[in-house]
């Protein structure tokens, strides 16, 4: 298969994890005779140095015409403090959402058996915890309008949705249930919002659909207690924007560190691949971080193109290394110099030769 | 001192629990020789079913005379799953809220050393654990303008916030800060929402006249990981409605149920106490919903009035109620037949002698 990899490495340590999930997709590409090219671009603060513009056009046409993107990660925090700030860097990850109609993210939380005291919760609540979140991307109140009054004194933003928005995530989220547990859970705040009861209201009707699929509801605040207390009750869980975001994040810590933690967003032409953790410009440079959540980015994005047999085998070497502790010290107790580089390079070698790499 | 406060125990197990805590206030008024009335009224699915309105305008008039508001539970979940409701028991406690002016929400966190084991985290993690969330509670996406397209398929909900709003809040927790452990961290999503960018820069504004308040900011969706990741970090966090309310309910994890965190809403004129607890149909009338949180509500009503022995014997009471494992089933694994008003009776009894009670 030959696939146009378009590679926005971004800001803080983006580009370095991001040249882990590259050196980890060339070697699956030796191994299975693929012909994967990669073109890089800028985005976020890296592409505010150079232009001024946290999302150049070049990188957006760089995208359209790409297979798929491989997303690093933005927010150097330098922008974070100062709310005057014009350009920032999230609006190059924003916009890009919005210009490539990337409407439907997709995060697994998964608890590993190797890392499972490495999570903040207790062992017995953890195991076997396998969700699927479904976060609806380019709608609700990230891209309402949003208003500041000209004496600065009122600000506001507009959480709307469509039917049509929710309909198409919806359907996906099904689907997905419907090749695991035949669970989906419906996260919102219906007791309150009128957006959310349109999503109550669109989700019953397509339920009717999926009658193999056992459904539920639950409000946003709970869920976010829930998802402590007993993750292994969700299977799949669906959600608008803003509550996807802090619900996803808040599940990695179910998984132990968020620098495992990979995404997939589709839209109806174009798919890109992210890690759901930022830039965290702190440990830029320094070899720390984690490049397996890229890593499995990448995986997800071999999943897209139904090389499943690829994904498994980038998954069993990640399965490998997280085994034998060839991890960074997010995770690492038992050895302490191991670099962002050395593991990829320790999955890269076990793609190349699986029999050999299981032996050491 | 006299005081007259209007009940509103709601419906699910609200009404239990208040009950619980009247008895405690009552225990309180003897023991300190002060005239405590209580004056009853119906709010939630409780008015629903009498008057078809979850907040008849007796009970707004009720709670407009009285000196203080102890507030139960609403939720039926009767009402949960449709989205075509047109009265909804929150309605009730959203318009009282609004009507008597309580914009300003506080919720303690607190780490009982005699329940560390009952938590979903690890114990070393959560020890000490004392955070105190400012929430604001009349403003945001729960009361802006609401709208449901005439077809029926866009909805939306309106975010919006004033400076004055964010103020006073801010005021307040900036103070609390000043007698604890002096920091205070503001969470927001800064990088998406125009609300957001207005609170950072009104509270960067104010924290120049706290100069011995450090304050930090933090983004919501981290905000989720770190209350769990390292919840002692935190001494005030003061954030918007919605927030609030997810971060809050998540905090109660920590403390091992949410059947302990007790709140305080106070406005100008008014101040209404009630658990952070919902009314969990399931359990009414089970005698096995857990008061504590009514209970210690009530006592964050006598601090409001400087009754600060008061509180101090309410809440040195319930610590020995935990510490004996007089508790109901949510955190006992001990004693398995203590109910809800057999919670309330050790706690009064301890009011009553607190001596004796001591010895048994
Ligand atoms: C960087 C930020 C704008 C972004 C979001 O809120 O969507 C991030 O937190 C994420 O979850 O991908
Ligand atoms: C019942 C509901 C409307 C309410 C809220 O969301 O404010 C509750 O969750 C709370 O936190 O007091």
Redesign the interface.
């Known amino acids: 298969m030959k696939l146009n990899i378009a590679v926005l490495p971004g800001d803080g340590i983006g580009p370095e994890v991001t040249a882990e999930a590259v050196k980890v997709l060339k070697a699956i590409g030796m191994a299975f005779e693929h012909t994967f090219n990669f073109d890089y671009g800028l985005v976020g603060a890296a592409a505010i140095k150079e232009h001024n513009n946290p999302l150049p056009e070049e990188t957006i046409s760089l995208c359209k015409k790409a297979d798929a993107v491989l997303f690093g990660a933005i ?1 150097d925090t330098a922008y ?2 100062d ?2 700030a014009k350009v ?1 860097p ?1 609006q190059g990850l ?1 916009g890009l959402r919005k210009a490539l109609g990337l409407h439907t993210n997709i995060r697994p939380v998964i608890a590993y058996d190797d890392l499972l005291n490495k999570s ?3 062992v017995k ?1 953890i195991k076997d915890t396998n969700i699927l979140i479904y976060r609806e991307l380019t709608g609700g ?2 891209f ?1 309008e ?3 009054s000209e004496d ?13 928005e929710i309909e198409r995530i919806a359907h996906a989220a099904f689907k997905a249930a419907q090749s695991r547990k035949r669970k989906l859970t419906l996260v919102d ?10 999503w ?2 669109v989700v ?1 009707e397509l339920a009717k659909q999926y009658p193999n699929v056992t459904m539920d ?1 639950m ?4 869920a ?2 829930e998802l ?2 007993n993750p292994r009750q969700f299977d799949v869980i669906l959600t608008e924007n ?1 509550f996807g ?6 599940a ?2 179910i998984v132990g560190s ?1 620098g495992l933690l990979a995404s997939a967003s589709r839209g109806d032409k174009h798919a890109m691949f992210e890690p759901i953790h ?1 830039a965290y410009p702190k440990a830029t440079n320094k070899g720390i971080a984690n490049p397996i959540a890229s890593i499995l980015s990448a995986a997800l994005l071999l999943d897209h193109f139904d090389l499943s047999d690829e994904a498994a085998l980038v998954r069993e070497a990640v399965d490998k290394s997280l085994q034998l502790h060839i991890t960074t010290p997010d995770l690492n107790t038992r050895y302490n110099n191991i670099t962002t580089s050395k593991v990829g390079e320790f999955i890269e070698d076990f793609i190349n030769n699986p029999e050999e790499t299981n032996l050491n």
């Open positions: 927010g974070d403090i709310p005057d920032r999230e924003l903040s919760l207790k609540q109140i990230y309402g949003r208003k500041l600065g004194n009122t600000a506001s933003d507009l959480c709307e949705y469509h039917r049509y705040k219906a007791n309150v919002l009128e957006s959310s009861r349109l109550r209201r019953l509801f409000f946003v605040d709970n976010a207690v402590i207390k803003m975001d802090i619900l996803s994040e808040e990695s810590v968020i930022g």
